[in-house]
């Protein structure tokens, strides 16, 4: 598929940086081969009213708001920032990303805002930019689950994710335990063996 179309809602005082979506499209750009290119669109829905999300409640949004499709020519994916925290995220235990399918991922944007602009804390761009490129690679099949893997890197006991805690695809960066490593607008890349497993599937 020679294009992607990216489809972003976000639900109103919840809307990712302008920095997040060029760096995401900078991320792809160099990961993918997409000669057609890459698109984005952004829109703003209202809130549901949730206290906290469930996956159910996360696919209802998406059924009621996905306008793109996968075609032969374009691949396609949904995302969706949310207002209020992932039903599993508990105390310190927090969920600031979830891919759950294919095609479509969840940020939990408030959650984010929580936990980043203050003192000790990154900036809300840089953990905002680190979690959706994460959830982004798992739908390009990283770790292990549809990208094959091309060496032994894969953090079973953590789920889809890298055993290298530099890497973008590892487990903290989904449940937001390397905070202090994104200090100074550092956005964590793929390693070398996330990287080889793209190219061996297609990637650059």
Same mark, same amino acid.
């Given at each position: 598929?020679?294009?992607?179309?990216?489809? @972003?809602?976000? *639900?109103?005082?919840?809307?990712?940086?302008?920095?997040?979506?060029?760096?995401?499209?900078?991320?792809?750009? !160099?990961?993918?081969?997409?000669?057609?290119?890459?698109?984005?669109?952004?829109?703003? @829905?209202?809130?549901?009213?949730?206290?906290? &999300?469930? *996956?159910?409640?996360?696919?209802?949004?998406?059924? %009621?708001?996905?306008?793109?499709?996968?075609?032969?020519?374009?691949?396609?994916? &949904?995302?969706?920032?949310?207002?209020?925290?992932? *039903?599993?995220?508990?105390?310190?235990?927090?969920?600031?990303? *979830? !891919?759950?399918?294919?095609?479509?991922?969840?940020?939990?944007?408030?959650? @984010?805002?929580?936990?980043?602009?203050?003192?000790?804390?990154?900036?809300?761009?840089?953990?905002?930019?680190?979690? #959706? %490129?994460?959830?982004?690679?798992?739908?390009?099949?990283?770790?292990?689950?549809?990208?094959?893997? #091309?060496?032994?890197?894969?953090?079973?006991?953590?789920?889809?994710?890298?055993?290298?805690?530099?890497?973008?695809?590892? &487990?903290?960066?989904?449940?937001?335990?390397?905070?202090?490593?994104?200090?100074?607008?550092? @956005?964590?890349?793929?390693?070398?063996?996330?990287?080889?497993?793209?190219? !061996?599937?297609?990637?650059?």
């Amino acid at each position: 598929m020679p294009s992607l179309d990216i489809q @972003i809602d976000y *639900i109103t005082g919840f809307k990712p940086t302008n920095q997040t979506i060029v760096n995401l499209k900078n991320f792809l750009s !160099a990961r993918l081969n997409k000669p057609g290119g890459i698109s984005v669109s952004l829109r703003e @829905i209202p809130s549901p009213q949730n206290s906290k &999300y469930t *996956i159910e409640q996360i696919r209802t949004l998406e059924t %009621q708001n996905r306008t793109v499709s996968s075609s032969l020519s374009t691949m396609s994916a &949904y995302v969706i920032y949310l207002d209020n925290d992932y *039903i599993e995220s508990q105390g310190n235990q927090v969920v600031l990303g *979830i !891919a759950y399918s294919s095609t479509s991922f969840a940020i939990f944007e408030k959650t @984010i805002k929580s936990l980043s602009g203050g003192l000790g804390e990154p900036s809300e761009t840089t953990l905002e930019s680190a979690v #959706t %490129q994460h959830e982004f690679g798992h739908l390009l099949g990283l770790v292990n689950t549809g990208t094959p893997i #091309t060496s032994n890197h894969h953090d079973e006991a953590n789920g889809a994710h890298c055993t290298n805690n530099d890497c973008l695809m590892h &487990y903290s960066i989904q449940t937001g335990t390397s905070l202090g490593n994104l200090l100074g607008g550092n @956005i964590p890349d793929l390693d070398i063996d996330c990287i080889r497993d793209l190219q !061996a599937n297609g990637g650059k």
